[in-house]
């Protein structure tokens, strides 16, 4: 083992699994996403991280059915049996019946039926907080006479969360410490399914770590540009629930901001993050009227368009493919995306660039092969610390010129505290990091982000960006200590 696998071994011995290629193609293969296979390896393996696929097969066929089963489900359900399995589900309250209902994506539009009122007031805490859950869930079949004429529906009786960790902030923070930097480095890149030997340098790691930088900080904008197989989509789409992938088909104004008829949130108001995969092809509908709400969603984190306005914190990613004469920042990367996006109002409110071609494309020797953070605890950890706050610990360390352009200033602060709750999350005051691993950490990787963009901006937009006192990013550098 890596000297970084066996303190993961010794600090965080409940939290950690045992990852190969192996196993990384049979659940592939299962089209079931790391968190929900980290748990069922967990669940099955020895001491020593060994398995039986055998078991999980068995499991799987048992209580992890597919869109495939849904028809066997209704089946059973109509023979009067309770069934009982893992499921992702969504609840929303019907304010017209005054009804609990919900929905089990993964199974097409039909899956769905009430919720026991005794289900909503037991676990209410958990089920309605979320956009989803995913539980053990029993379903009957019931009958509802709210109808004129009376049908049959699901009806959910019992849930019980699929939580296999302790989300515990301070004990991830201290077993951080035991780790050096570079150490750490390998934990957060093992963490996600990949393999940190496979890297040639830190410099290298921190351009692949750029894309948890929304996971873990509000409101964190990227655009990512790279060449096919590069593994972009596979960690915006696979590592986390908190976050969602549109890869394909029509965005509406409704299924991303808020539908009107249905007084329902869109995708914003529901994840951590919402990326578009393959953005030179996505289709949009009414992308003028698109284009406006996501300006000023992207600056103030609001939803407007109908009869009030709605905060949310998801980050927007944008996601495209790139062949490798595009591989300048000085030239015109954003021409072939979409022009929601690449208007220069637009691409001014994205905080930084992801330079996909300087992260290794998908290789054998890149597959997670060892022991790891459980994928799916991880990403928990991520998504708990976009409630932390280090606004102070910036303050402190951050020297900021006095005529800042405020945009410039916003992207490099909110990409510096994202780096900085990622790679040192036990910091809470400026001595807590040493001035050169802040610097090479966190700031100058800010920096560099922020940076592309503004080259970018100079390019699409010369008039307005490329003159004096607007071309560059500000000159912020690390605050010494004055005697």
């Not at 908190?242 to 869109?266: C, E, F, M, Q």
């Not at 004469?325 to 208007?343: D, L, Q, S, W, Y």
């Not at 109002?345 to 930084?352: E, M, S």
């Amino acid at each position: 083992m890596c000297s970084y696998e066996e303190k993961l071994r010794e600090h965080f011995s409940d939290m950690i699994v045992l990852k190969s290629p192996k196993r990384t193609e049979y659940f592939r293969n299962l089209s079931m996403p790391s968190y929900l296979r980290d748990w069922l390896i967990m669940k099955f393996a020895d001491f020593n991280g060994d398995v039986h696929f055998g078991d999980i097969a068995s499991y799987i066929k048992q209580y992890v059915p597919n869109k495939d089963d849904f028809e066997s489900i209704k089946y059973r359900l109509n023979t009067g049996e309770t069934v009982k399995f893992l499921a992702r589900i969504s609840l929303f309250n019907d304010i017209a019946t005054g009804k609990t209902y919900f929905e089990m994506p993964d199974f097409g539009r039909d899956a769905y039926g009430i919720v026991d009122e005794y289900v909503v007031a037991q676990y209410k805490d958990d089920l309605l907080k979320e956009s989803e859950c995913w539980g053990i869930i029993e379903i009957v079949r019931d009958v509802d006479y709210s109808k004129k004429k009376p049908k049959g529906i699901m009806k959910l009786i019992g849930y019980n969360k699929f939580c296999p960790y302790t989300v515990d902030l301070d004990f991830y923070r201290e077993a951080r410490q035991y780790f050096t930097t570079e150490e750490w480095l390998d934990v957060l890149i093992s963490a996600v399914d990949y393999n940190p030997s496979g890297y040639e340098s830190s410099e290298q790691k921190l351009y692949f770590l750029r894309r948890l930088l929304t996971f873990i900080e509000r409101k964190v904008n990227i655009i990512e540009l790279a060449p096919k197989q590069t593994g972009k989509s596979y960690v915006y789409e696979k590592i986390s629930k908190r976050g969602w992938l549109v890869t394909s088909g029509t965005i509406s104004r409704a299924s991303l901001l808020y539908d009107n008829n249905k007084k329902k949130p869109g995708l914003l108001s529901c994840f951590d993050y919402v990326g578009f995969d393959e953005i030179q092809s996505m289709k949009f509908q009414q992308p003028q009227e698109i284009q406006s709400a996501l300006k000023h969603y992207l600056e103030f984190g609001e939803i407007k368009g109908f009869s009030g306005t709605l905060v949310a914190d998801a980050g927007v990613v944008v996601l495209g493919n790139i062949n490798a004469g595009k591989f300048n920042t000085e030239a015109n990367m954003v021409e072939e995306i979409h022009p929601i996006f690449r208007e220069s109002a637009t691409l001014d409110r994205f905080h930084g660039f992801i330079p996909g071609w300087k992260i290794p494309g998908i290789r054998q020797d890149l597959i997670a092969d060892g022991w790891a953070l459980n994928t799916e605890y991880f990403a928990e950890m991520l998504h708990q610390f976009r409630d932390e706050d280090v606004s102070g610990l910036l303050d402190d360390c951050l020297d900021i010129p006095s005529k800042a352009d405020k945009r410039d200033l916003t992207a490099i602060v909110r990409l510096c505290s994202a780096f900085v709750k990622l790679i040192f999350p036990y910091a809470t005051k400026k001595d807590d990091i040493p001035e050169d691993e802040f610097v090479k950490y966190c700031l100058n990787p800010a920096k560099d982000m922020r940076t592309v963009i503004k080259k970018q901006l100079c390019v699409v937009d010369p008039r307005e960006f490329n003159v004096p006192g607007k071309n560059e990013i500000p000159d912020i550098r690390y605050k010494k200590v004055q005697y």
